[in-house]
């Protein structure tokens, strides 16, 4: 069974704090994609990586980066976190080659910024 | 621009009704479609696709879906709707972007199902 995991499924942390979200997937997917998710606004692109090393930026980059260093493992950073990046972030991953593959998703990751 | 737009914001229905999702969406060449559900505090999880072919695909947990170019739509049905079904629904679109394949989503339908 395919399977996308993130390392947590509830955040709790301060204003300032470098914050880590970890994201694993055992598919040996070529693609990489974190999404916020809020209420209202849906799914917004973060950053996405189509292979070890590389990333480019999505729709909402400012105040995020990312590092793949395995293909397997695709974490987002926060440098400095903020109130406003209080929300869901959702790791999916995606086969390369294959015009009609679809994402597949992780739990989840709730993040409060206090 | 590519985009996805999912005109309701919130939908209620009673058990045992029909039900009709909507999406549109803008794309320049042939679009690969998709819808997703995502339970309370879960990750989205694929109803079904679209990529050729017959227009009428079937999904998982007896739902389907009609891609109408002509109409730039893609809506979710389902005859019978079951109380489990309440969650939030997302369309998306697969984006060729400078040799790169994304995924652009609506910003979703939230189903009530009324007992």
């Known amino acids: 069974d395919v399977k996308v995991t993130q390392s947590s499924r509830y955040l709790v942390k301060r204003t300032g704090e470098k914050v880590f979200l970890e994201c694993v997937q055992d598919?040996?997917?070529?693609?990489m994609f974190w999404y916020r998710q809020d209420p209202g606004l849906g799914l917004r692109l973060i950053y996405f990586?189509?292979?070890?090393?590389?990333?480019e930026k999505g729709d909402i980059p400012e105040g995020y980066s990312v590092s793949r260093e395995k293909k397997e493992r695709f974490s987002l950073i926060l440098e400095s976190a903020s109130t406003n990046q209080t929300s869901m972030y959702l790791c999916?991953?995606?086969?390369?080659?294959?015009?009609?593959?679809?994402?597949?998703f992780g739990q989840g990751t709730r993040l409060t910024v206090v | 621009a590519q985009s996805v737009t999912q005109p309701d914001i919130h939908i209620t229905v009673s058990e045992g009704a029909s039900l009709e999702l909507r999406c549109n969406y803008s794309?320049?060449?042939?679009?690969?479609l998709f819808w997703y559900v995502q339970s309370p505090g879960q990750g989205l999880q694929l109803l079904l696709k679209?990529?050729?072919?017959?227009?009428l695909v079937q999904g998982i947990k007896g739902f389907e879906a009609e891609f109408k170019r002509s109409q730039s739509s893609f809506n979710l049905r389902k005859p019978s709707v079951h109380w489990s079904d309440a969650a939030e629904y997302f369309c998306?679109?697969?984006?060729?972007?400078?040799?790169?394949?994304?995924?652009?989503f609506g910003t979703g339908t939230r189903l009530k199902v009324l007992a």
């Open positions: 999916a991953s995606s086969r390369t080659g294959v015009v009609n593959t679809e994402a597949f």
């Open positions: 598919m040996d997917h070529e693609n």
């Open positions: 990586s189509y292979d070890v090393k590389m990333k």
């Open positions: 794309y320049g060449a042939t679009p690969y």
């Open positions: 679209y990529f050729s072919g017959d227009t």
């Open positions: 998306a679109v697969g984006s060729f972007t400078s040799g790169t394949y994304k995924y652009i």
